[in-house]
């Protein structure tokens, strides 16, 4: 912890890179994604701040569009769009996630049974051929589709993507490489960006 704390430390020590933020914020883009440490969107995409409206979810999960239930995910995500007018929201999955293998393998939650209920919202869990495959690639891309489709149903999102004020991406990036893939629908395949 000590060397983020130093870092944290002399952080802002560049007034004027961060001056024009008190005007406030309009980020082109809502970046869902998992909250594994080894995801880092800033960096993979070289954002600054101000350009990327993040929401961050174990397993990167989308719930279902409700509003008898407050849900800190939708809101956020109701805010990028409705408020923020994101033009892209991009659902990041990633290799060797620990949310996917344990929806892949069936693995027992029993501990940490807030865990297991959120992962249930990940419905149609994914599967995978070969469940031994640690980077479970497969099934992360299969997952990553699945919380497309679920944004789809938001009712902000559907209006927007009618009018083509809003894009929907699906990425898969690879922790041990660093390497982005990107979903083409003319291929139905996630291939190099
Ligand atoms: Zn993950």
Known sequence: ???????????GQRPEEF???????????????CSDS????????????GELFELRTAGNI???????????????????????GVQDIVVCGHSHCGAIGALVRGDDLGTVPAVRDWLAHAADS???????????????QQHV??????????PCVERRLADGRLRLR???YEVHTGGVREHRAATDAFESL
């Open 145 to 154: 589709l699945t919380q497309l489709l679920r944004l789809r149903s938001y």
């Open 170 to 172: 699906g990425w898969y």
């Open 1 to 11: 912890m000590q060397p983020l704390i130093d870092n944290a430390r002399t952080f």
């Open 38 to 49: 080894r995801v880092v969107p800033a960096l993979i995409t070289g954002a600054r701040p």
């Open 62 to 84: 989308v719930p279902a569009y409700s509003t008898e239930h407050p849900c800190g995910e939708t809101a956020t995500i109701e805010y990028a769009v409705e408020v923020l």
């Open 19 to 33: 001056a024009r933020l008190a005007d406030g914020q309009s980020p082109q883009v809502l970046f869902i994604t």
């Open 126 to 140: 994914p599967s995978a051929e070969d469940p031994a495959d640690p980077t479970v690639a497969e099934a992360v």
